[in-house]
């Protein structure tokens, strides 16, 4: 029995420099979303319970603003 192995597709190589037009590097945007993640919470009175909803509202909010630029 004859064993076929599936290669997979090259994508072409981006310089460093270079990212992606519509997001950021996940290095510089963490922090950035952290921290507009943690103003919301304050924002709610410190109640905890609601972290993974004020993760991703900041993130929303940090990406689309990225993209504006």
Do not use: T
């Amino acid at each position: 029995m004859k064993m076929v192995v599936k290669r997979a597709k090259r994508r072409p190589n981006r310089p460093a420099s270079q990212p992606n037009d519509d997001r950021r590097q996940p290095d510089q945007a963490q922090p950035m979303i952290a921290h507009r993640a943690y103003e919301l919470y304050e924002q709610r009175g410190h109640r905890h319970g609601h972290d993974l909803e004020d993760w991703l509202e900041a993130e929303r909010q940090i990406l689309s603003e990225a993209r504006r630029k």
